[in-house]
């Protein structure tokens, strides 16, 4: 986990998942439920961050986009509510060891 | 040989020296105890359990006794002891079954590595059906309604699943009753040997069904999952049946895991497999018959159409 990282070090940096290939997971019902081997732990992610796991699943990604393939999905403008949004998801998955930001 | 084809005498005398060794979920536990009301218990409940030889390995040993020499004529408690240790504080000489029902229950939790779930277990015909609850809300007492019209008893408690293959192991000991459900099974299955009440209980009254001999002797066999009913008893309540969406049957199976989180990998990929596969209902019932009738219809449709994860109808 890095530590303390302001908005700004979340912001300019690219994020991943880190080892996704040992995670296994369920979307059911619009929710993601993760298990995290390297923890044990089994998380269960929101919305917002289903879809954050779902498109880091698929390519690294910055905050800001991020935020665009969410407004896009959900055919909304990019607000910075949404900006908010994501960097809390990050914290978190950079908190629980999901994802980190790449050196 | 089964406990109850040995002379009465001689097993009494046996439970008091060296103890008698029963075949209880796969483990082979030695039963010691010179209480005789307690022998009584255990020769009316385990009747049709398997004897182990007199001599050989013991998985987990199992004595209860007078809590001190002179207890046994002035303020009547007793101790169990598990493998040696004192598991409880002493407990008054009329609940002292209670010790053993919990330290064999103790016992065979302990021993399971496998992926253990807080629910009763049912299996009819190779299917299975979990039913997931917390306690008090009527699980034991649907599954004893479903044992005694021919289903078999997999387990009242826990539901142990193969880590080879997610098939449902057997648990099979006797169920628990509590307060109004007493009286509730008695009613349902008259001809049913239910233990007398053990009133005053921390848990309120208490008494044990004996599993059917099919439960007993089929205790190898394994069984599919193949249905997930969260059942809910109200007194009077009309028969009400709902979907449980996948995420949701997925938080009630892990909320109720015993060991969900020290199973890693198996625990997640079990759960989620189960509930993948399985449809799953939350049910509320008034009585016993709707509710086995429910259960039974909703066996019926996995087993016509095992493809279906979701049953058609939504409520009845």
Redesign the interface.
């Known amino acids: 986990m890095c530590p303390a990282m302001g908005d700004v070090d979340i912001d300019s940096r690219t994020w991943r998942l880190l080892e996704p290939a040992g995670l296994?997971w369920?979307c059911?019902?619009d929710?993601y439920?993760v298990?995290h081997?390297w923890s044990?732990?089994?998380h269960?992610l929101d919305a917002i961050a289903g879809t954050v796991f779902e498109l880091l699943l698929d390519h690294d990604a910055t905050v800001r986009g991020l935020a665009a393939a969410l407004a896009n999905q959900a055919d909304t403008p990019a607000t910075d509510s949404l900006n908010v949004a994501v960097r809390q998801v990050l914290r978190r998955f950079d908190e629980i060891g999901l994802a980190e930001p790449i050196p | 040989m089964q406990l109850g084809a040995v002379p009465e005498s001689a097993l009494r005398a046996r439970f008091r020296a060296t103890g008698v060794r029963l075949r209880l979920a796969g483990l082979c536990i030695n039963l010691r105890t010179d209480v005789p009301a307690v022998i009584e218990q255990i020769l009316q409940l385990y009747g049709g359990y398997p004897l182990e030889p007199g001599a050989g390995t013991d998985d987990a040993r199992v004595h209860l006794k007078y809590a001190s020499p002179l207890r046994r004529f002035i303020g009547r408690r007793t101790l169990v002891f598990v493998d040696g240790e004192p598991l409880y504080r002493p407990m008054l000489l009329r609940h002292a079954y209670l010790m053993i029902d919990s330290a064999l229950d103790w016992c065979v939790s302990a021993n399971v590595t496998n992926l253990v779930l807080h629910a009763a277990v049912a299996e009819r015909g190779g299917l299975a059906v979990i039913l997931p609850a917390p306690s008090g809300s009527g699980k034991s007492t649907i599954c004893a309604a479903l044992v005694t019209r021919g289903w078999r008893l997999l387990s009242d408690e826990l539901a142990v699943f193969r880590a080879a293959d997610g098939r449902l192991q057997s648990f099979a000991l006797p169920i628990t009753l509590k307060n109004e459900s007493i009286a509730l099974i008695r009613q349902w299955a008259p001809d049913a040997y239910i233990s007398p009440v053990f009133t005053g209980t921390i848990r309120g009254d208490m008494a044990f069904l004996r599993p059917p001999t099919d439960s007993v002797t089929r205790a190898a066999e394994t069984a599919e999952p193949a249905l997930i009913v969260s059942p809910t008893y109200q007194v009077g309540a009309p028969l009400a049946l709902q979907p449980l969406?996948?995420?949701?049957a997925?938080?009630l199976l892990?909320a109720s895991g015993m060991n969900y989180?020290?199973t890693?990998?198996f625990g997640?990929?079990t759960v989620?497999g189960l509930?993948?596969s399985c449809p799953a209902w939350r049910l509320s019932y008034g009585t016993l018959e709707q509710a086995v009738d429910a259960i039974e219809d909703l066996l019926a449709r996995v087993r016509m159409d095992p493809t279906a994860s979701r049953p058609a109808i939504t409520t009845t």
Do not use: C, H, L, N
């Open positions: 296994t369920r059911w019902d929710e439920i298990f081997p044990g732990m089994t269960y | 969406g996948k995420s949701e997925f938080r892990t989180y020290t890693q990998r997640f990929d989620a509930v993948d």
